[in-house]
């Protein structure tokens, strides 16, 4: 019996020991989540249920990633990731609003432009939408323009659009980018 008690004894010394020399720290009173961080992690879920065809999931990933990061450039391309999700199961009008967001929220990604005029021809606008982006002053309108002139298959009008824009605004960050897009559609008409 007293071989049991020393046993008891020198285990319970040994826990005690162990649990003050252990790196334990009493819990915050608070926790600070990072919103920024797990919108990140939405997006990511999002991307990994597109690829699996789990398309509701993803749409809501999207949607909670965008909910966590509202107005970030970040958000830009939660935005882009929702659209191509509803242009994917065959919802060009719900893409809209999507593409429309991401530009405004980040304005200078090619790619967003171009997921727009394939939106717009889906939804068999965009004809009228080149008639509405020639009238307006804004520089980056021209390349919406181009597009939806390529989208129509207006390729000569395309590349005289996006090269006069490229021309006039030789400095912006997307310009390389739509250089190197009227290369690929003089390829295209050669």
Sequence with gaps: MKNLVDKCVNILSFLIIAFLTSAY?????????DAHKNAVNHNNLGLMYLEERGYYAAIEEFKIAISLAPDTQASSVYYKNLGDTYMIVGSPELAQDCYLNAINLYSLNFQFYKDLAKCYKAMGIAQSKI???????????????????????????????????????????????????IKTLVKKIN
């Design 25 to 33: 720290a009493e819990p915050a009173s608070f926790y600070v989540i």
């Design 131 to 181: 008639a509405e982006y020639k009238n307006d002053k804004n520089p980056l309108n021209s390349i919406m323009r181009g597009l939806l002139q390529e989208q129509t298959g207006d390729i000569k009008g395309a590349i005289t659009t996006l090269d006069t824009f490229a021309t006039s605004e030789p400095d912006l960050l997307i310009t390389p980018s739509v250089k190197v897009y």
